[in-house]
C-alpha cells in the first residue's frame, strides 16, 4: 500500500517539523505542521480502511476529511476510540488562529496542538502499522 505508507510518511514527518518549530519558537508554524500530520494520517486511515483512495489531498476539503473519519472509522467501524473524535476540528481550528489571526497563537496553546496531534498520529499510525 504504497499510497497510505506515503501519506503516513508525510505525517510524521510534519510531526517532526512541528517539533522543530516548536522547539524554536515559531508557535504558528508549529501548529500548522501539527494540523497537518493529523489531517495526513486521517487520509492514509481512510485509504487503509478502503473508506476512500486518493492520495492528492487538495481534492478534499478539510470538513469532509473531518466528517468521513468521524463517520466511518469511529461511529460507524470503531476503529477508533470516540475520545478522539473532536481532534482534527479542534486541530483545526488552532491552525486557523496560527494561521489567519494577527496575534497568532502562544506556546501553552501550541504545545496543546502538538501534544494532540502526536497522540492522534500515533493511534492512526499504530492501526495502520498492524
Do not use: C, P, W
Not at 17 to 32: D, G
Amino acid at each position: 500500500m504504497k499510497l497510505v505508507d506515503d501519506l503516513l510518511k508525510k505525517s510524521k514527518e510534519n510531526i517532526e517539523a512541528a517539533k522543530i518549530l516548536f522547539n524554536n519558537k515559531l508557535y504558528n508554524a508549529s501548529a500548522n505542521r501539527s494540523y497537518y500530520a493529523a489531517f495526513h494520517a486521517a487520509i492514509a486511515s481512510m485509504n487503509n480502511a478502503n473508506i476512500i483512495k486518493i492520495s492528492h489531498t487538495e481534492l478534499m476539503s478539510h470538513k469532509s476529511v473531518q466528517a468521513i473519519f468521524v463517520k466511518e472509522l469511529i461511529l460507524k467501524r470503531k476503529i477508533f476510540s470516540s475520545n478522539i473524535k473532536s481532534y482534527l476540528t479542534d486541530l483545526l481550528r488552532v491552525r486557523n488562529i496560527a494561521d489567519y489571526h494577527a496575534k497568532g497563537i502562544s506556546k501553552k496553546i501550541a504545545s496543546r496542538q502538538l501534544n494532540k496531534s502526536v497522540e492522534f498520529v500515533q493511534r492512526l499510525a499504530e492501526e495502520i502499522e498492524k
